[in-house]
């Protein structure tokens, strides 16, 4: 069965220009590989700092990370608040829309998690964690 999917080619017209899909813009951001994992994370501790978070997604790469924490930085989704210690401290929240969409990734792990071939694996997730008190 193969379905396509016209989200990406839905655009309206104006006098002022063509107007792509909200979604282009949702799904450039959420389709990084680490992208929702590192929301995730972040809104499951409120503020945590790089190694941490680092040892939560114990396959990232440094540099694959910090080039994540970047992106969602520059695309208002998280905030970085560096600290003048030292040594120097650097924590990383969401922002409003970063927690909406946090919100939306708990719905995404439960539904995930209640499929009848769901794989649950070691899982930082509070969603995850409520999910399997629920079931026992």
């Known amino acids: ?3 396509s999917i016209e989200i990406f080619s839905m655009h309206k017209r104006s006098n002022k220009g ?6 282009q813009d949702v799904f450039g951001i959420i389709s990084k590989k680490w992208a929702l994992q590192v929301v995730n994370e972040i809104g499951n501790h409120k503020r ?4 941490i978070l680092k040892e939560e997604l114990r396959y990232v790469t440094p540099t694959v990370l910090s080039n994540t924490l970047n992106t969602l930085e520059s695309k208002g989704l998280i905030l970085r608040c560096v600290f003048k210690e030292i040594p120097p401290r650097v924590e990383y929240s969401l922002t409003d829309d970063g927690r909406q969409l946090y919100n939306i990734i708990v719905h995404l792990i439960r539904w995930a998690s209640s499929r009848d071939n769901a794989e649950i694996r070691k899982c930082s997730c509070n ?10």
């Open 127 to 136: 969603a995850l964690a409520e999910y399997k008190q629920n079931i026992d």
């Open 1 to 3: 069965c193969r379905v």
């Open 18 to 23: 063509i107007f792509f899909c909200p979604l």
């Open 48 to 51: 945590i700092r790089f190694t």
